[in-house]
């Protein structure tokens, strides 16, 4: 990891009108409003985003013409190995708490706050059946995610997605920008996964400089309930997008609500900590 912090920061520093910003961030081409920025280690251990980065900025030419940000973010975490120092990143968008990882949401929300386009990259514990886009559901984030040209599944997210505090994305969305949280499958690095995260961003460049997509019609699955760790257990081996029938045993005397799409399957036990979230095709309503 130490090799691929440094390239970031080697390759950042070759590019003309790249600005350093801080400890974790680059901005190219400064202007009032950032027109893209990319968010790569929110979570420590998921690592595929430094490599995607990385390989777009040995690319300048894709992004000459936006206004770009580049964050790495916990970059102490992943030294570590370890998904967060003190506490996830992922949930300090609530601004209630004091740790590292809370300096570090400081540090970057101004910078959200400027964005018009904010992809966050990530990768799940578990398998993935493919990647999939995950973000606080909107019509503009829902019709953005169309446009970007990807058959790649939409995880909708209505209301609060953890009481333990806001997400990355969310907060983007919440000061105005266009925001999706992009997973790329288990954690660790996977050529394929990284290019197709390399692709996304690609595309996302393109688009917000003049190119057009063909539209790709994505149905949203989206998320109602969830099972937090109460005693209980998850059956071994559950995958991300693995589709389940309403009653079909998943765990020790645990069944699904309802027909669903497993999301974000968690095998680190620990009593009131989400273990599994459920995605439905139908809009529950009221939801
Ligand atoms: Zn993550």
Redesign the pocket.
């Known amino acids: 990891m130490k090799e691929e912090i440094a390239q970031f920061h080697q390759l950042c520093s070759l590019i003309p009108a790249m600005t350093k910003k801080g400890e974790h961030i680059y901005i190219y081409n400064e202007k009032d409003k950032i027109d893209l920025f990319l968010c790569a280690l ?2 420590g251990n ?1 690592t595929i985003g430094i490599y995607i980065l990385n390989c777009l900025l040995k690319n300048p030419k894709l992004f000459e013409d936006l206004s770009i940000g580049f964050a790495l973010l916990n970059t102490e975490a992943a030294l570590q190995g370890k ?1 967060f120092v003190e506490r996830d990143l ?1 949930r300090c968008f609530s601004f209630t708490t004091h740790t590292a990882e809370d300096q570090i949401a400081k540090e970057i929300a101004p910078w959200l706050q400027k964005s018009k386009v904010v992809l966050d990259l ?3 514990q578990e398998d993935s059946l493919s990647p999939f886009y995950i973000f606080d559901y909107s019509e503009k984030q829902h019709a953005f995610a169309e446009s970007l040209g990807m058959k790649i599944p939409i995880i909708a997210s209505v209301g609060e997605f953890d009481p333990l505090g806001m997400p990355l994305e969310e907060y983007a969305s919440s000061q105005g920008a266009t925001a999706l ?1 992009i ?1 790329l499958g288990k954690r660790g690095f996977n050529q394929e996964r990284m290019e197709i995260g390399a692709q996304i961003c690609i595309n996302c460049m393109e688009l917000l400089q003049g190119e057009k997509f063909p539209r790709i019609k994505l149905e949203p699955l989206w998320m109602d309930h969830y099972y937090s760790y109460d005693g209980r257990e998850l059956m071994p081996g559950l995958k991300n997008l693995q589709f389940v029938k309403e009653g079909e045993l998943i765990g020790e005397n645990l069944t699904a609500p309802h027909d669903a799409a497993l999301i974000f399957p968690n095998y680190n036990k620990e009593e009131g900590k989400i273990m599994v979230r459920f995605a439905r095709s139908d809009k529950k309503k009221g939801a």
Request: no cysteine.
């Open positions: 929110t979570h998921e998904r992922n990530h990768q799940t949280t997973e």
